[in-house]
């Protein structure tokens, strides 16, 4: 199966501890980054962090809080995003801020609407667009599906997780399996019985 998942970043930092422990805090905001198709790092210079990920044409896109990101990603208020050029940061632009005093505020963290914005850049290769769909099976043998809308494949990487972690945050799913990320995003997961199988596929259009 071929995706469009990004490599890890390649640098000696990928073994510090701390760049392991953000890197996997704010996997639900670097894993859809990747599927995106861009080389995304976390980086932590100065003791502040950022998630920066290389778009392919000489501009960065790099994503922030209010300030620099937290160590724990459950008190960010707010997101930024802008998009440099690499060798000269001063060349910016800023794309979205939902801190408490930027314009879409209104979406506080939220990932989806950051996200999209992300999705709408234009770059030099755009990475196929998705779908994401569950099947319902309860224990009497009912089956029920769901399928969302075609999205950039940022959006509809976020929207997989969101959607997991409504099942095991709020609904009382666990989860028994999830597909490794050398393909599309695959998990199942069970309730007393009842089998909930989350899904993202790509798109034809």
Known sequence: MTTTIAALPDHNRTTDPLWQRLFHSYGHV???????????????????FHIRADLGDGTELIIASEHSLPADPTEVNGWTAVRQDAQDPSKHTVLYDSTPNGPQRHHGNSLIPLLVRVDALDVPRRAPRLIVSASHLAPYGACHNQTGGIEGAAT???RFWEWSQRLMDYEG???VWQRPESG???ALFENVGHIYTLRVTRSDD
């Open 30 to 48: 670097v894993t859809p980054l990747r599927y995106a198709g861009w080389v995304t790092d976390i980086e932590t210079a100065g003791g502040e």
């Open 156 to 158: 509809a990487i976020a």
């Open 173 to 175: 799913y666990r989860r």
């Open 184 to 186: 599309y995003p695959l």
